[in-house]
């Protein structure tokens, strides 16, 4: 996942000093805040004699269309405009090169989003816009779940209320940027806020039941009437790779993945009609409960002697709640 520095929540320096203290520090992205002022574009043609780090630019106005020359004049890397205080519709210029995004706040749905499919990717405000240090709303870890199941193609960027916590959390859950202003500055140092938005190990106060993936979006196949075709079929659907094995009181009873499939088929390769639910279930998967928090994840994976890929969410009496899926954090670490 790449960090974007909020270039304007530095109030301990000047935007030189600033500035070249991320390039120093190799932040990905620089983030500028445009609330509809035409100067915005000074400073970034000042930053661009200081360093080539991408410009990542979000601007919020009513009036789109007296931007459109300057983005023409001064190319950044990203622009974004939010929609909620648009009087007049989003017409992007011809010959624009940057990566084209919307943003959206907390109240507004990524429904929003449907209208403007010809854009790269969404920025979803997880504070209120423009008020650096604000807390990350939990109500977004579901808005982001719904745009990559709704776009999974489009990116998604997360601004507001990232620290260490939550930046774990995002890159679990395939966000593939997420902006840092007032973390990023307050801390020690720059350094070390990075070292922390960037760990592999970072602890969380969330619980697991806030970003995981909701029962009703697992695949899950009821113990007494499953047989391999819809096992198959249900994996398959999915996408993920697996499938939870419950009853109707929503108990889990076990696990199948494709590789307990692949196993039981090379075991009974000569009748696979003969292929039961028991040839196939791993009737003891490692759970986490839905009410522990991140830290507590990660001290139970480190004490496994197997890596896993995806984990079952229970409740305190073992009903199903949902699952963590391993697959993007993963990915944002190549």
């Not at 789109?64 to 992007?92: G, M, N, R």
């Not at 870890?141 to 745009?147: D, L, N």
């Amino acid at each position: 996942m790449k960090i974007s520095a909020s270039i304007y929540s530095d109030a301990r320096q000047n935007l030189q000093q600033t500035i070249l203290a991320l390039d120093e520090h190799q932040v990905d992205l620089l983030h500028v805040d445009c609330n509809d002022d035409l100067a915005v574009f000074d400073d970034i043609l000042q930053i661009r004699t200081w360093c080539s780090l991408p410009i990542d630019l979000h601007i919020i106005t009513p009036t789109p269309s007296k931007f459109y020359q300057k983005l023409l004049d001064v190319p950044v890397e990203y622009v974004t405009f939010q929609l909620e205080p648009l009087a007049e519709p989003l017409i992007w210029p011809a010959g624009l090169s940057a990566a084209k995004g919307v943003a959206v706040t907390t109240p507004t749905s990524i429904d929003a989003f449907d209208a403007h499919t010809d854009c790269d990717f969404i920025l979803i405000m997880a504070t209120i816009p423009g008020q650096s240090g604000g807390v990350f709303d939990k109500e977004n870890f579901k808005k982001i779940r719904t745009f990559r199941k709704r776009y999974p193609h489009k990116s998604i960027h997360v601004d507001g209320g990232v620290n260490g916590e939550v930046s774990f959390i995002l890159r679990n859950m395939g966000v593939s940027t997420s902006v840092s202003g007032s973390y990023l500055f307050k801390g020690p140092s720059i350094g070390h806020a990075l070292l922390n938005l960037t760990s592999r190990n970072m602890a969380s106060a969330f619980q697991i039941s806030d970003f995981m993936i909701p029962l009703e979006e697992c695949p899950v196949v009821m113990d007494e009437t499953t047989h391999l075709k819809e096992i198959l079929e249900t994996i398959e659907n999915g996408k993920l790779g697996f499938c939870l094995v419950g009853n109707e009181d929503r108990q889990l009873k076990g696990l199948i993945s494709s590789a307990d499939i692949r196993k039981a088929l090379l075991k009974k390769i000569d009748n696979p009609k003969d292929i039961a639910l028991t040839d196939m279930i791993n009737t003891h998967p490692v759970t986490i409960e839905g009410k522990q928090t991140v830290l507590e994840m990660l001290k139970k994976m480190k004490t496994l002697t197997f890596p896993i890929m995806y984990l079952p969410v229970v409740d305190s009496t073992g009903k199903m709640e949902g699952i963590i899926n391993f697959v993007n954090l993963i990915k944002g670490e190549i």
